[in-house]
T-cell receptor, first 115, second 117 residues
Framework: DTGVSQNPRHKITKRGQNVTFRCDPI?????LYWYRQTLGQGPEFLTY????????KSRLLSDRFSAERPKGSFSTLEIQRTEQGDSAMYLC?????????????FGPGTRLTVL | AQSVAQPEDQVNVAEGNPLTVKCTYS??????LFWYVQYPNRGLQFLLK??????LVKGSYGFEAEFNKSQTSFHLKKPSALVSDSALYFC???????????????FGKGTKLSVIP
């Protein structure tokens, strides 16, 4: 399977704990995106990387959230001191920087439940 | 700012009948428009996109979409619905302005399509 992969697929944690998610993009893709999707809503943009550089962050990305892409390949999204409002599906997508019209391909998501 | 509206939370259609899922958008510049489909507990799967050119775009699984600039719409269509088309459909837009933030997609809330046997 050469698609976008995300791990874990499901995460249950207690309020106040830290969690980290991983995304492995399609191998030749140099752009990587994180979105959050809550029940009944469409995905909302969080942040994106071009290679290892984080070029854009949404106002949704509070200071408890941090994302990295250290070698321009996989990325991690960490949430510190989780709150119940963080419960959502976290989606990763990747695209290839060829033209500005590149298509984002999504992974299966990590579903976070904060108790 | 860019935005998307999907006016119908749910669309029901009989198997074999044509289906339409509606989408309207708002952008500052020219729109790049996308349709994605989501099956339960799964990520989003790309169906088709409009960038420029022909207003009728053909995509995966027999789906097509018609771009209408004057009505700022990008409705998804299929001539004959299948039960397996039942899923959640999302329209998304990106502005062609190449400044910061121009690569983020803005999604609608989604339309649940139910195809009845």
């Amino acid at each position: 399977d050469t698609g976008v992969s995300q791990n874990p697929r499901h995460k249950i944690t207690k309020r106040g704990q830290n969690v980290t998610f991983r995304c492995d993009p399609i191998s030749e893709h140099n752009r990587l995106y994180w979105y959050r999707q809550t029940l009944g809503q469409g995905p909302e943009f969080l942040t994106y990387f071009q290679n290892e550089a984080q070029l854009e962050k949404s106002r949704l990305l509070s200071d408890r959230f941090s994302a990295e892409r250290p070698k321009g390949s996989f990325s991690t999204l960490e949430i510190q001191r989780t709150e119940q409002g963080d419960s959502a599906m976290y989606l990763c997508a990747s695209s290839s920087h060829g033209q500005s019209t590149d298509t984002q391909y999504f992974g299966p998501g990590t579903r976070l439940t904060v108790l | 700012a860019q935005s998307v509206a999907q006016p119908e939370d749910q669309v029901n259609v009989a198997e074999g009948n044509p289906l339409t899922v509606k989408c309207t958008y708002s952008v500052s510049g020219n729109p790049y428009l996308f349709w994605y489909v989501q099956y339960p507990n799964r990520g989003l799967q790309f169906l088709l996109k409009y960038i420029t050119g022909d207003n009728l775009v053909k995509g995966s699984y027999g789906f097509e979409a018609e771009f209408n600039k004057s009505q700022t719409s990008f409705h998804l269509k299929k001539p004959s619905a299948l039960v397996s088309d039942s899923a959640l459909y999302f329209c998304a837009v990106r502005d062609d302005y190449s400044g910061a933030g121009s690569y983020q997609l803005t999604f609608g809330k989604g339309t649940k399509l139910s195809v009845i046997p």
